[in-house]
């Protein structure tokens, strides 16, 4: 088990079976899923999303760490974080993260990002953290911009959605921009 990381207005915690009800409050809502390839979940998807990470986090060599949102003034969960490695090797990592609609534009994406950023560099020693982003996701890309992520590029067409093909940002930043 990992332990509890922490910002000014959140904690982030790794997820118990439980979870999957506050889960479902956003995972459920078309706005949240419209630039992903999920969703909008039935409670069963939402249930299997959790149980996916309840086995993961037994995993020995463990690569995806998925963490509860949890806003602390209210002590409600509010969206996910994951931090996965993709390249032990060259030591890279890659986050995403989900927040729910009523804590949008409230700066807890951010909080919540640099957090998971400083987890991967410090706790595994990485080089490289990467994040995408669907080009529409305006917010998506403020906030990695706030995290200090660089805008590589933009993938063309990698990404079926039920709208059509996605293009993506990719965004990056490296151990040694890494200031926190």
């Known amino acids: 088990m990992i332990p ?3 910002t000014n207005r959140t904690t982030l915690r790794e997820f118990v079976e439980s979870d999957w009800e506050q ?3 956003y995972a459920s809502q078309k706005e949240v899923c419209q630039f992903q390839p999920w969703g909008p979940n039935t409670e069963y998807d939402t249930k299997e999303f959790v149980g996916t990470i309840l086995v993961d986090q037994k995993k020995n060599n463990r690569t995806r760490f998925a963490f509860a949102i949890i806003e602390k003034e209210a002590n409600e969960l509010i969206g996910s974080i ?4 993709r390249d032990e090797q060259n030591r890279i990592g890659e986050i995403g993260y989900i927040i729910h609609p009523s804590y949008w534009r409230m700066g807890f994406a951010t909080e919540a990002t640099k957090e998971i950023i400083s987890f991967g560099f410090k706790k595994f020693k990485l080089h490289r953290v990467y994040a995408t982003c669907d080009v529409r996701n305006i917010g998506s890309a403020k906030v990695l911009e706030k995290c200090g992520l660089t805008l ?3 993938m063309r067409e990698d ?3 039920r709208d059509g093909w996605r293009d993506t ?3 990056s930043i490296l151990e040694h921009e890494w200031s926190n």
Request: proline share 0%; charged share 20%.
């Open 82 to 85: 994951e931090f996965n490695i």
């Open 159 to 161: 990404l079926l959605l």
């Open 4 to 6: 509890n990381l922490s």
């Open 169 to 171: 940002f990719l965004y």
């Open 23 to 25: 889960v479902h409050k």
């Open 152 to 154: 590589e590029g933009k």
